[in-house]
Structure formats: structure tokens, C-alpha cells
């Protein structure tokens, strides 16, 4: 799942960058508000799957990156970051459609679990595990099972796996597959995701009758029940 980062506080922006990196989530950051709008634009392409928006920012205050992208039909869930006193800002971001907020200072852990939610929401899981037939992916211990076996992933085989359980049945493309799991300047002509998906298919599919990951000929991959 790709998210984007709007923080000018370049040390709170790198923790944060690499906790949701440790969580295999793919992460941009802009340092500047007109930046941050111009990145957070591209969510209409359903580029981002969350944006994190602190609200005091140089070039443009996040409230107004906010303000544009619900304008412009943006609906890629925003969770705003704001300092203690400013409470009214808090108001005001959920006025505007922010979903959530947390305030400065916060445990990464608690950004975390408040990512997870946000993430939900948007691909309309409920109990907070994914399914499809026997495969269980939980994102909130990271544990994959089929079949009531534990599998061992990698962290980008996680990422890959949790981008196709969120998009069942949906055909993603090679430059899809890119945008989501990998980082921007991820070249699409390289064959790293057959790779990926080889080894994932290894572990989740091998020995199986049922497949899960299917190709889907000169267009990409889809996870999906038989
Ligand atoms: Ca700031």
C-alpha cells in the first residue's frame, strides 16, 4: 500500500518514513505544501492509498492541500498530524474531510494502528484480517496462514500479497503492482514483479490444488477464489 508523507519536520518525517517502511507500506515524503498537493493530486489516479498531512507547513498550510483535494473529488483517506495547541486546526481538518488526526508528540505505534484502520475502511474489510477461501493475511501482526499454516514472507512479498488481498478479483497491472508496493522511481520495465510473484506463488500457491494468484495474459495479475 502506498502512502504519502506531507511533513516539513525533516526528523519526524524520516521516523515516520521508516516505521511505515518496516510495515512494508511504500512511502513518498514532500517537505512543502505545494509539493505535498501536487504529490497528493495523483490520488486520483488511485495512486495513494492514505496521505498523512501535517497541517504547518511551508509553501501551502495543509488545511488548504486538504480543502483542494475533497474539492477536487479526492477521496483517499487523509490523517492530519497537528501540534497540541492547535485544537481549533483540529476541528477545522475534520470539518474539511480529514478522517483522522494525532497529535504531536505521538507513539509510532499508535500511527500505526490508526494506518491500519484508515486502511480498512478504504478497501471495506471488516474484522481486520483479509481472506480469500483459506488464505489469512492480518495486518496488524503481519501473520499470513493458508490453510491454518504459517507462511513465512519476506517484506515485499507481504506488501505484494496485501496489495492483491485488498484488490480481489481486480486485474492489477504490472504498473499498478509498481505504484503500490514499490518506491517512485521503481522502473516498470524490469521484471522484478514476475520475480515477486513467482516467489509468493511458491509460498502461497505451491502444493495447493486451488491457485490463488493468476496471470492474467499481457496485463498483470489477480488474486482471486477459483
Ligand atoms: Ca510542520
Known amino acids: 500500500m502506498r502512502i504519502l508523507l506531507v511533513e516539513d519536520e525533516a526528523k519526524v518525517a524520516s521516523f515516520i518514513r521508516r516505521a511505515l517502511e518496516e ?5 513518498d515524503v514532500c517537505a512543502d505544501g505545494m509539493q505535498g498537493l501536487a504529490f497528493a493530486r495523483e490520488a486520483k489516479e488511485g495512486c495513494y492509498d492514505l496521505i498523512i498531512l501535517d497541517l504547518m507547513l511551508p509553501g501551502l498550510p495543509g488545511l488548504e492541500i486538504l480543502k ?13 498530524l497537528t501540534a497540541r495547541s492547535q485544537v481549533d486546526q483540529k476541528v477545522k481538518g475534520l470539518d474539511a474531510g480529514a478522517d483522522d488526526y494525532l497529535t504531536k508528540p505521538f507513539a509510532i505505534e499508535e500511527l500505526l494502528a490508526r494506518v491500519r484502520v484508515l486502511l480498512r475502511r478504504g478497501s471495506g474489510e471488516a474484522a481486520g ?5 483459506d488464505l489469512i493475511l492480518n495486518p496488524a501482526t503481519r501473520d499470513v496462514t493458508r490453510g491454518g499454516r504459517r507462511i513465512e514472507l519476506t517484506s515485499k512479498e507481504y506488501a505484494l500479497l496485501e496489495y492483491l488481498m485488498r484488490n480481489v478479483g481486480r486485474v492489477l497491472t504490472r504498473p499498478m ?3 503500490h508496493v514499490w518506491n517512485l522511481d521503481f522502473d516498470t520495465f524490469t521484471n522484478v514483479i514476475d520475480v515477486y510473484v513467482n516467489y509468493l506463488r511458491n509460498k502461497i ?8 494468484i493468476h496471470t492474467v495474459r499481457g496485463t498483470g495479475y489477480v488474486l482471486k477464489a477459483q
Do not use: M, N
Not at 129 to 133: A, I, K, P, S, Y
Not at 205 to 212: E, Y
Open 177 to 179: 503492482i509498481a505504484e
Open 129 to 133: 484480517v483479509l481472506q480469500v477461501e
Open 23 to 27: 510495515e512494508s507500506y511504500a512511502v
Open 68 to 80: 483542494v483535494l475533497r474539492k477536487e473529488q479526492i477521496t483517499a483517506p487523509v490523517l492530519i
Open 205 to 212: 500457491d505451491r502444493g495447493w490444488d486451488r491457485k490463488l
